[in-house]
């Protein structure tokens, strides 16, 4: 998750947020995550095909994209950073849940399936947010960590829409 690792530094870099408020951005991010997740559980309590999960999964993606798009739009806005970076948590927040909805539904339960399935989700997890730093670092540019959080949120739907 490159977006909660350096929202406090993107906050210093971008000045969107005063600076003094770094800390709070990272409470809005985590309480927006928590209630996202909490809403998730609720909505997959009631999901009863894998084309749901597909389909409901997407809007989370299409939630959390949205939340970047503020950000990336206009970057300068006070007022859409402190939404961006709520909407984002919010839609964010309940996928790893769905994903691994997804994989126990599609996978046969073994030791092994389920080894190549952790893999791949905490490879993801680490990928990420060194990518981020390294293409920062590089460029000197806060609103990479935008850009590439957005990017993994929006190249999630390209798979699911055969599913769906």
């Not at 939404?83 to 769905?98: D, E, Q, S």
Request: with cysteine; charged share 10%; hydrophobic share 50%.
């Amino acid at each position: 998750m490159a977006f909660s690792s350096y929202v406090e530094d993107y906050i210093d870099d971008t000045s969107a947020i005063p600076s003094d408020l770094a800390g709070w951005g990272l409470a809005v991010l985590w309480i927006a995550i928590t209630l996202g997740r909490l809403g998730g559980l609720h909505d997959q309590m009631n999901i009863e095909s894998k084309a749901q999960l597909y389909l409901h999964l997407y809007w989370w993606l299409i939630a959390g994209g949205f939340g970047c798009a503020l950000m990336l739009l206009f970057p300068s806005n006070e007022a859409c950073a402190w939404i961006g970076i709520f909407i984002y948590g919010f839609g964010n927040g309940p996928c790893v849940g769905y994903c691994y909805d997804i994989n126990n539904r599609i996978t046969i339960p073994s030791e092994f399936g389920m080894s190549i399935v952790m893999f791949g989700l905490n490879f993801g997890a680490s990928i990420v947010p060194y990518l981020t730093a390294l293409v920062w670092d590089d460029t000197g540019h806060a609103y990479w960590l935008t850009l590439i959080t957005f990017l993994t949120m929006v190249s999630e739907k390209v798979p699911l829409l055969r599913f769906s």
